[in-house]
T-cell receptor, first 114, second 114 residues
Framework: AQKITQTQPGMFVQEKEAVTLDCTYD???????LFWYKQPSSGEMIFLIY??????QNATEGRYSLNFQKARKSANLVISASQLGDSAMYFC???????????FGKGTRLHILP | NAGVTQTPKFQVLKTGQSMTLQCAQD?????MSWYRQDPGMGLRLIHY???????DQGEVPNGYNVSRSTTEDFPLRLLSAAPSQTSVYFC?????????????FGPGTRLTVL
């Protein structure tokens, strides 16, 4: 069965430190996409970064990078030089070519401390 | 460019009442979907559509109906609201249902059923 696991319900990190948010997944489908979303306290879902299962390079978008380890089925989000505005809920998601469904992890709440 | 819009932002219903949550997108996206977000549960797929005239069930479809008469609109109907349907509802869209396509979310509707 396809599944996404985010093992850290909450994290506290000092401002300016780097943060790694864990995401592991389970699928037998060879073709899939992995996404990270940010949900601040205002409630909207903001797309951060995407990684395809066939991509050779790890994705990067500004301060966000995705540490993709395909053999270990992990897709951790790395935020460099954290800022107070990074305090939010973060969701890992996965979608497939074989069907049209998308699944989400339960999220990690990140708190950045001044 | 409005992206994905949802109305209303907030709604309170009594048990047994019916209502329709509206969702529209102006990006000419073929794929649209509805999620509900409950504390500690992440986002769960209710229904989705891969194009006008085509809809299918997600993980938690019971108690909800959808239709897709145009590419732009994807309303979600609650026929007889129950307290268990108290949640935050998100509509999302993407160009297609392919694994590489990013979903973009509306701002959400907070629904309370008394």
């Amino acid at each position: 069965a396809q599944k996404i696991t985010q093992t850290q319900p909450g994290m506290f990190v000092q401002e300016k430190e780097a943060v790694t948010l864990d995401c592991t997944y389970d699928t037998s489908d060879p073709s899939y996409g992995l996404f990270w979303y940010k949900q601040p306290s205002s409630g909207e879902m903001i797309f951060l970064i995407y990684q395809g299962s066939y991509d050779q390079q790890n994705a990067t978008e500004g301060r966000y990078s995705l540490n993709f380890q395909k053999a270990r089925k992990s897709a951790n989000l790395v935020i460099s030089a954290s800022q107070l505005g990074d305090s939010a809920m973060y969701f890992c998601a996965m979608r497939f070519n074989r069907d049209d469904k998308i699944i989400f992890g339960k999220g990690t709440r990140l708190h950045i401390l001044p | 460019n409005a992206g994905v819009t949802q109305t209303p932002k907030f709604q309170v219903l009594k048990t047994g009442q019916s209502m329709t949550l509206q969702c529209a997108q102006d990006m000419n996206h073929e794929y649209m979907s509805w999620y509900r977000q409950d504390p500690g549960m992440g986002l769960r797929l209710i229904h989705y559509s891969v194009g006008a005239g085509i809809t299918d069930q997600g993980e938690v479809p019971n108690g909800y109906n959808v239709s897709r008469s145009t590419t732009e609109d994807f309303p979600l109907r609650l026929l007889s609201a129950a307290p268990s349907q108290t949640s935050v509802y998100f509509c999302a869209s993407s160009y297609s249902g392919r694994a590489t396509d990013t979903q973009y979310f509306g701002p959400g509707t907070r629904l309370t059923v008394l």
